[in-house]
């Protein structure tokens, strides 16, 4: 019987501790506002977004997070960027990528991981749009978008997370 107790007072504290630190996660103005996944393969492909609604021009902080959840070390050889940005309109258009009108070191870049290894990278991104014929960037008109991230070298995009431009 005085196992039995010891194993519910555990419980009991177990829970209540991951209750307050739910609590302080989410009510952290630090916390991500959006989140969104996929995995392929041995890969889970994360991205988290800062905010999810912004006046036009205003930064948005992307945290993209690469982990392997097999077994055994992947290496992934590429080039800049690794990932890539892409928002999408409410009618599931493009209507601007982070990487656009942005120069890129040519280098080839390896990343090894190991089981359970994860890769992380923080973009920061006005959602404006590069305009090639002119040489410059716009910024986004009001309306709701759809962020996602790209993993350039395995063609792997996650489902967009909803933005709010005002």
Known sequence: MKGSLEVITFTTIGL????IGALLI???PNSPKGVTSIRRDDL???LAIDKSEVRSGEIITSIIKLTNV?????T????LPIFDLLLYDDSGRIVSRWSDGRAF????RVIELTPDQSYEEEIEWDLSRYDPQVGSYSPCQPGEYFISVLLRVKDIETVGVSIIVR
């Open 44 to 46: 889970i492909l994360e």
């Open 70 to 74: 097999g077994y055994e070390v992947i």
């Open 16 to 19: 209540v501790a991951l209750a």
């Open 26 to 28: 989410i009510g952290s």
């Open 105 to 108: 070191i040519m280098i080839l």
């Open 76 to 79: 992934l050889e590429t080039g």
